[in-house]
T-cell receptor, first 109, second 116 residues
C-alpha cells in the first residue's frame, strides 16, 4: 500500500514566521512530489513540485526533497494570514498521485 | 496557463436521478484526467483515471456502473453519477495532466453535489 503521511496539525505560527510542513512517503519508486494548498470548501491549488533531491525555491516557498529518507518538506517564509489553509503533500511514480491527508496551517496575525 | 474548469459548481438533485459533471482543460490538451471525491474534513480519494479515447480505470471499491466516465476529447471529460443517493453527496473534483512527460495535476474548482 503506497502511503503519504503528514501531521494533521493544526500547525500555528505567528505572522512573519517560517512555517515548516513535513511529509514522508512509503513508495521508493516515487519520482515526483507536490505540495498543494487547499482552502476550506475549495479545490487544491498546486504551489510547488520537486523531482530532484535538494531544495527548490519559488518566492516565499521552498520545497525540500530527501529521497534517501523518503522525506519532503515545504517551508513558507514570512507567513501571512492568507497562507492559512490545508497543505496536501502528494507523491507520484507513474500515472497517479498519492495524497496525504493534509496539514492544517494557521497563521496568527 | 493550466486552467481547468468544472460545471456545475453546485448541484442539488433528488434521490434516484442522475447528474452529469463536466471537466474541461481550457488552455492545454489533457492526455489524462482524474476524478476525485472528497468528504468533509477528509483527504482526496481518487475515483478513476481516464485517458482520452479509452475506457476509464476505476479505483478499487468504486462502482463503474454508478460513476460513468467519458473522456471523448483532449479537453473534456464527464462524470455521470447515476441513480444518485444521499450517500453520494460529496465534493467531486477533477484534475488534468497535460503531457505524458510531466506529472503535475491541475485541479478544477470542484462540484458540490447534494442528493436529497
Amino acid at each position: 500500500q503506497k502511503e503519504v503521511e503528514q501531521n494533521s496539525g493544526p500547525l500555528s505560527v505567528p505572522e512573519g514566521a517560517i512555517a515548516s510542513l513535513n511529509c514522508t512517503y512509503s513508495d521508493r519508486g516515487s519520482q515526483s512530489f507536490f505540495w498543494y494548498r487547499q482552502y476550506s470548501g475549495k479545490s487544491p491549488e498546486l504551489i510547488m513540485f520537486i523531482y530532484s533531491n535538494g531544495d527548490k525555491e519559488d518566492g516565499r516557498f521552498t520545497a525540500q526533497l530527501n529521497k534517501a529518507s523518503q522525506y519532503v518538506s515545504l517551508l513558507i517564509r514570512d507567513s501571512q494570514p492568507s497562507d492559512s489553509a490545508t497543505y496536501l503533500c502528494a507523491a507520484g511514480g507513474g500515472n497517479k498521485l498519492v495524497f496525504g491527508a493534509g496539514t492544517i496551517l494557521r497563521v496568527k496575525s | 496557463g493550466a486552467v481547468v474548469s468544472q460545471h456545475p459548481s453546485r448541484v442539488i438533485c433528488k434521490s434516484g436521478t442522475s447528474v452529469k459533471i463536466e471537466c474541461r482543460s481550457l488552455d492545454f490538451q489533457a492526455t489524462t484526467m482524474f476524478w476525485y471525491r472528497q468528504f468533509p474534513k477528509q483527504s482526496l480519494m481518487l475515483m478513476a483515471t481516464s485517458n482520452e479515447g479509452s475506457k476509464a480505470t476505476y479505483e478499487q471499491g468504486v462502482e463503474k456502473d454508478k460513476f460513468l466516465i467519458n473522456h471523448a476529447s483532449l479537453t473534456l471529460s464527464t462524470l455521470t453519477v447515476t441513480s444518485a443517493h444521499p450517500e453520494d453527496s460529496s465534493f467531486y473534483i477533477c484534475s488534468a495532466r497535460g503531457t505524458r512527460s510531466s506529472y503535475e495535476q491541475y485541479f478544477g474548482p470542484g462540484t458540490r453535489l447534494t442528493v436529497t
